[in-house]
């Protein structure tokens, strides 16, 4: 993975919750992959967390494929019910 060389904060985000967040900060204990949110819990958990997370960024991608794929077209017109005669 190609890391671009920056000296100073950088935006990261969090492969657990996917929050956008300045790593590194001064007392702020978050970690290179984990926000100050994430980073607390157990990791069993934040494990469960990041593999949601994952399926929730390639659902996201596969949606933005589909929408960009697919222009729907004009909303078409409701099948009218039908009403049986009293
Ligand atoms: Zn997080």
Redesign the pocket.
């Known amino acids: 993975m190609a890391t671009p060389t920056t000296s100073g904060q950088r935006l990261r985000t969090?492969?657990?919750?996917?929050?956008k967040?300045e790593y590194p900060v001064k007392g702020n204990p978050a970690t290179r992959h984990?926000?100050?949110?994430?980073?607390i819990l157990p990791p069993d958990t934040r494990k469960i967390?990041e593999r949601l997370n994952t399926r929730v960024t390639q659902l996201e991608r596969e949606l933005k494929l589909l929408q960009s794929k697919v222009a729907p077209p004009a909303a078409p017109p409701a099948p009218t019910p039908s009403v049986p005669a009293a």
């Open positions: 969090c492969r657990a919750c996917g929050k967040f984990h926000c100050e949110d994430c980073v967390l």
